[in-house]
């Protein structure tokens, strides 16, 4: 269902042709934006609309899609008890503005999803690996991830047993 509220409007005015997509889901609007303005897009959306908490930042990976992956932020407003996601699609090569600095809570989720499904997030002020060991071969959320391969060779080379995979 396409949304033409308020919220939309503001945000179409402001970023233009930047706003891609909107629509509405359970109450929450959802708004797919352009990737190079996605940063600039979450600190109006903290700043103007008072979207002061980002609650999520995680990444959805669509494999046969030429940009395959959704960049995802779900955001709260405390001041006017609701809810926002943000998309911004992203190539596999693509580097994808990083929000950290504007809510912090962005540091480790970004880093998740770095670890998970390798997106690069530019301006990420540490950006390395958070949930898998440092030499970890390969970001297992992504679709075409063999992980019984990888978890095999990993504990072989690093526990020196075999796994019970």
């Given at each position: 269902m396409a949304l033409?509220?308020?919220?939309?409007k503001r945000y179409t005015e402001k970023f233009g042709p930047a706003i891609l997509?909107?629509?509405t889901d359970?109450?929450?609007a959802i708004l797919v934006v352009g990737r190079e303005l996605l940063a600039e897009?979450?600190?109006?959306s903290r700043d103007v609309e008072k979207f002061?908490?980002?609650?999520?930042?995680?990444a959805v990976d669509w494999p046969?899609?030429?940009k395959r992956f959704d960049v995802v932020l779900n955001m709260y407003s405390f001041a006017k008890n609701e809810r926002l996601r943000i998309k911004a699609h992203a190539a596999a090569d693509e580097r994808v503005p990083s929000v950290q600095g504007i809510?912090?809570?962005?540091?480790?989720?970004?880093?998740?999803v770095f670890d998970m499904f390798g997106i690069i997030f530019e301006g990420h002020p540490g950006l390395k690996r958070i949930l898998l060991p440092d030499?970890?071969?390969g970001h297992p959320l992504r679709k075409d991830y063999d992980i019984l391969t990888q978890d095999t060779a990993w504990v072989r080379e690093n526990l020196g047993i075999e796994s019970g995979q």
């Open positions: 033409d509220n308020d919220l939309v997509e909107a629509w359970r109450k929450q897009i979450a600190l109006y002061d908490w980002l609650s999520d930042l995680t046969k899609r030429e809510w912090t809570t962005a540091n480790w989720m970004e880093r998740e030499e970890w071969q």
